[in-house]
């Protein structure tokens, strides 16, 4: 019966697949859910319900994004100043660190339980390809393949953050056992394990899905990945290709585009080197490794990846690439993430709810009055009542079609910008601090900051502050800083309890 209510609930979300072309294809959606993984285009259907569920408000729609995460990473005023006193309550909750009360507690239910059914949902997908004959897909072992690959890094994925925020970070040096990794499709709740085994587990699954994503992306089909149509790929125009297929045909059919929402051979490098990273020096090699591949060969030889151009960046408000959607990876799609966000956003006479902290003191070696940062002039507005409240314009509604089409609905999930990050950070801690400036400075550089590192960096330690001060330009409302502090162990910002989420009362969602 639980596995039956799992595939139907699949199927039911697929009714809701909006306008993506990739989530939105047919005969898919017509098969009975008996009957699932009798064909190709049921794996497809099932594989494109993982990502709806990641795209909800309960993930990465709000809570693991600009919600639950975000205030938690101290990116909201929460005191009882006139900027403060309009801050939603969880919001509120969130940045105390209390976790259990009666805004927050069925928030943090809700990400442990949604997080596990997903990997429930991957787990059945990969157990059914297990015997599947290749003759069952369109497109045969290429397409098996891709699923399985998808799958695998997708199961990475969602495990790797679960171990985030319910465990300790391993800079912590932490003992014991914290939470499962689940690779069955079945109720039981898993074996806790320890951090180390849990990314060990983490890392053989991406290791995995590599080969099959690089085949596929690469190899079978290159053309969705950039703008293949044109003499010369650019980066702009190769991430138009990835999210927005209208620019783009094939007789392969849309289940096959759409690449930069979806887990592709980029997106697992990059996972890749997260994970590795988070996991501590002694596995800083793997991530390099990673990184040094999307950041050597996708961005500065092929221009698969890059970053928004400026004029994209400093347009009318109307125009403008506000989420500077060219260097995302991979991203969550949620239809009807633009209008739900700016109902939270907007209180009554209004007041803001969700007023960002500290942005005047962040950005302040950066604007002195001859430079000026994109991400502020153009990324953050300010409200027009007299407290002139600072709020981030990532997802606001865009009419213009291709906005509305690739940001509008977009939660940025994985950017080269944090690949940049990573290389710098690993140049510090092998003290090549030239290295690291030059990582660094092609993110500031194209976010129009252009004081040069090189006046004020001397060594690893202000290296260190200055790639924090640029993770936060860039992961504003992302939720991306909880992971960076947590990492770091920067305890004066999130102490060592309040990085570890306490588990729901019910530790078992299937």
Same mark, same amino acid.
């Not at 639980?2 to 909006?18: I, T």
């Not at 017509?30 to 064909?39: E, G």
């Not at 079945?186 to 080969?211: C, K, M, N, Y």
């Not at 969705?224 to 190769?238: E, G, I, L, R, V």
């Given at each position: 019966?639980?596995?039956?209510?799992?595939?139907? *609930?699949?199927?039911?979300?697929?009714?809701? #697949?909006?306008s993506?072309?990739?989530?939105?294809?047919?005969? /898919?959606?017509?098969?009975?859910?008996?009957?699932?993984?009798? =064909? &190709?285009y049921?794996?497809r259907?099932?594989?494109?319900?993982?990502?709806?569920?990641? &795209?909800?408000?309960?993930?990465?729609?709000?809570?693991?994004?600009?919600?639950?995460?975000s205030? +938690?990473?101290?990116?909201?005023?929460t005191?009882?100043?006139?900027?403060?006193?309009n801050?939603?309550q969880e919001f509120?909750?969130a +940045? &105390? !660190?209390?976790?259990?009360?009666?805004?927050t /507690?069925?928030?943090?239910?809700?990400?442990? $339980?949604?997080?596990?059914?997903?990997?429930?949902?991957?787990?059945?997908?990969?157990?059914?390809?297990?015997?599947?004959?290749?003759?069952?897909?369109? !497109?045969?072992? $290429?397409?098996?393949?891709?699923?399985?690959?998808?799958?695998? #890094?997708?199961?990475? %994925?969602?495990?790797f953050?679960?171990?985030?925020?319910? #465990?300790?970070?391993?800079a912590?040096?932490?003992?014991?056992?914290?939470?499962?990794?689940?690779?069955? @499709?079945?109720?039981?709740?898993?074996?806790?394990?320890?951090?180390?085994?849990?990314?060990?587990?983490?890392?053989?699954?991406?290791?995995?899905?590599?080969?099959?994503?690089?085949?596929?992306?690469m190899?079978?089909?290159?053309q969705?990945?950039?703008?293949?149509?044109? *003499?010369?790929?650019?980066?702009?125009?190769?991430?138009?290709?990835?999210?927005?297929?209208?620019?783009?045909?094939d007789?392969?059919?849309?289940?096959f585009?759409?690449?930069?929402?979806?887990?592709?051979?980029?997106?697992?490098l990059?996972?890749?080197?997260?994970?590795c990273?988070?996991?501590?020096?002694?596995?800083?090699?793997?991530?390099?490794?990673?990184a040094?591949?999307?950041?050597?060969?996708?961005?500065?030889?092929?221009?698969?990846?890059?970053?928004?151009?400026?004029?994209?960046?400093?347009?009318?408000?109307?125009?403008? @690439?506000?989420?500077?959607?060219?260097?995302?990876?991979?991203?969550?799609?949620?239809?009807?993430?633009a209008?739900? %966000?700016?109902?939270?956003?907007?209180?009554?006479?209004?007041?803001?709810?969700?007023?960002?902290?500290?942005?005047?003191?962040?950005?302040?070696?950066?604007?002195?009055?001859?430079?000026?940062?994109?991400r502020?002039?153009? =990324?953050i507005?300010?409200?027009?009542?007299?407290?002139?409240?600072?709020?981030?314009?990532?997802?606001?509604?865009?009419?213009?079609?291709v906005i509305?089409?690739?940001?509008?609905?977009?939660?940025?999930?994985i950017? !080269?910008?944090?690949?940049?990050?990573?290389?710098?950070?690993?140049?510090?801690?092998?003290?090549?601090?030239? *290295?690291?400036?030059n990582?660094?400075?092609?993110?500031?550089?194209?976010?129009?900051?252009?004081?040069?590192?090189?006046?004020?960096?001397?060594?690893?330690?202000?290296?260190?502050?200055?790639?924090?001060?640029?993770?936060?330009?860039e992961?504003?409302?992302?939720?991306?800083?909880?992971?960076? %502090?947590?990492?770091?162990?920067?305890?004066?910002?999130?102490?060592?309890?309040?990085?570890?989420?306490p588990l729901?009362?019910?530790?078992?969602?299937l």
């Open positions: 019966m639980r596995k039956f209510l799992h595939v139907l *609930s699949l199927f039911l979300l697929l009714s809701s #697949a909006g993506c072309g990739w989530l939105n294809v047919t005969p /898919e959606n017509v098969i009975a859910q008996d009957d699932l993984f009798s =064909t &190709g049921g794996f259907n099932a594989l494109n319900g993982v990502y709806l569920k990641m &795209g909800e408000n309960s993930l990465y729609g709000r809570n693991l994004s600009w919600g639950f995460l205030a +938690a990473a101290q990116e909201y005023v005191d009882e100043s006139l900027q403060g006193m801050t939603l509120k909750d +940045a &105390g !660190f209390h976790y259990n009360s009666s805004t /507690e069925s928030v943090v239910q809700e990400i442990w $339980d949604n997080q596990y059914s997903a990997i429930a949902n991957i787990n059945n997908i990969l157990s059914s390809l297990d015997g599947c004959p290749a003759s069952k897909f369109a !497109f045969g072992d $290429d397409e098996k393949n891709l699923i399985r690959g998808e799958a695998l #890094a997708l199961r990475a %994925y969602l495990h953050d679960l171990l985030r925020l319910f #465990a300790p970070a391993p912590t040096s932490p003992s014991g056992v914290w939470i499962p990794y689940r690779t069955e @499709f079945e109720a039981s709740a898993g074996t806790p394990l320890e951090v180390t085994a849990f990314l060990e587990r983490t890392i053989a699954d991406i290791s995995a899905a590599l080969p099959l994503l690089k085949n596929f992306d190899t079978v089909h290159p969705a990945m950039y703008s293949s149509m044109m *003499s010369s790929a650019t980066p702009h125009w190769s991430a138009r290709y990835r999210f927005d297929s209208r620019s783009y045909i007789n392969m059919g849309q289940f585009w759409y690449r930069g929402w979806r887990m592709n051979y980029m997106a697992s990059a996972l890749m080197a997260r994970v990273f988070y996991a501590g020096k002694s596995y800083y090699p793997n991530a390099k490794l990673a040094r591949e999307l950041y050597n060969d996708f961005a500065t030889s092929r221009q698969w990846l890059g970053f928004t151009p400026a004029g994209n960046i400093t347009a009318q408000s109307s125009n403008r @690439f506000a989420k500077m959607s060219d260097d995302v990876i991979f991203a969550a799609y949620h239809k009807d993430l209008a739900e %966000y700016e109902g939270v956003l907007r209180g009554s006479n209004n007041s803001i709810r969700m007023p960002l902290d500290g942005i005047q003191e962040l950005y302040a070696s950066d604007n002195t009055g001859i430079y000026s940062d994109y502020l002039a153009y =990324t507005s300010q409200s027009n009542a007299s407290n002139r409240t600072y709020y981030s314009r990532k997802y606001l509604v865009s009419s213009d079609q509305e089409s690739i940001e509008n609905p977009m939660v940025p999930l950017r !080269f910008s944090e690949v940049c990050h990573i290389l710098a950070e690993i140049a510090a801690s092998e003290n090549d601090v030239r *290295s690291g400036i990582y660094l400075e092609t993110v500031r550089r194209a976010r129009g900051a252009e004081r040069s590192l090189s006046l004020s960096v001397t060594d690893a330690a202000s290296l260190l502050d200055e790639i924090t001060l640029d993770a936060r330009k992961y504003i409302c992302e939720g991306g800083m909880f992971y960076f %502090y947590k990492r770091r162990a920067r305890v004066d910002i999130l102490p060592l309890d309040a990085a570890v989420l729901p009362k019910s530790e078992n969602p």
